[in-house]
T-cell receptor, first 114, second 114 residues
Framework: DGGITQSPKYLFRKEGQNVTLSCEQN?????MYWYRQDPGQGLRLIYY???????QKGDIAEGYSVSREKKESFPLTVTSAQKNPTAFYLC?????????????FGPGTRLTVL | AQKVTQAQTEISVVEKEDVTLDCVYE???????LFWYKQPPSGELVFLIR??????QNEISGRYSWNFQKSTSSFNFTITASQVVDSAVYFC???????????FGRGTSLIVHP
């Protein structure tokens, strides 16, 4: 089955540690995205990528980093510089840039900083 | 800049009631696309419908219907005879023509009681 996988589902981190969230898709989509979801805040865009080896900052990129070395993979690193990283993180993908294309989402990773 | 407003933070209904989720958008573009997504408790957003700015036809899919009115910049979503399985957070989103980055509303949490 085609889809997006995110791992782990739950992640606990100590303050001061970097942590990497995995996102893999087998939909052959060109574009991939990372969102952060906090209660009552909706979805906020962290980073997005349209093609391999290229990515752009979203609205709240500070304290995060990404890479796009393969079309299928778009890992997100939450660095120690992120002041309040506890949140639900969603990865998404869509077909090559087209405004009419819907996004497909993964099941999310819930990150808790202890 | 685009803006999507979902003024209803939370709606609570009893099973079999009809419920309408409001979505009001702002954009200066003449070409744009509107979307609705459902986020069940499992966390993964699921695409429900897409509408382009040139197609104001309403759409019905089973118990779901959508009312797109450019005159009021609204794209409302009605669930007829609601069921407990409809309990979820629903997001409205807009993508302007030429972009592939959606602007999401903050979501409406729908709780359907048995």
């Amino acid at each position: 089955d085609g889809g997006i996988t995110q791992s782990p589902k739950y992640l606990f981190r100590k303050e001061g540690q970097n942590v990497t969230l995995s996102c893999e898709q087998n939909l052959n989509h060109d574009a991939m995205y990372w969102y952060r979801q906090d209660p009552g805040q909706g979805l906020r865009l962290i980073y997005y990528s349209q093609i391999v080896n290229d990515f752009q900052k979203g609205d709240i990129a500070e304290g995060y980093s990404v890479s796009r070395e393969k079309k299928e993979s778009f890992p997100l690193t939450v660095t120690s510089a992120q002041k309040n990283p506890t949140a639900f993180y969603l990865c998404a993908s869509s077909k090559a840039s087209g405004s009419y294309n819907e996004q497909f989402f993964g099941p999310g990773t819930r990150l808790t900083v202890l | 800049a685009q803006k999507v407003t979902q003024a209803q933070t939370e709606i609570s209904v009893v099973e079999k009631e009809d419920v309408t989720l409001d979505c009001v958008y702002e954009t200066r573009d003449t070409t744009y696309y509107l979307f609705w997504y459902k986020q069940p408790p499992s966390g993964e957003l699921v695409f429900l419908i897409r509408r382009n700015s040139f197609d104001e036809q309403n759409e019905i899919s089973g118990r779901y219907s959508w009312n797109f009115q450019k005159s009021t910049s609204s794209f409302n979503f009605t669930i007829t005879a609601s069921q407990v399985v409809d309990s979820a957070v629903y997001f409205c989103a807009l993508i302007k023509g030429g972009s592939y980055i959606p602007t999401f509303g903050r979501g409406t949490s729908l709780i359907v009681h048995p």
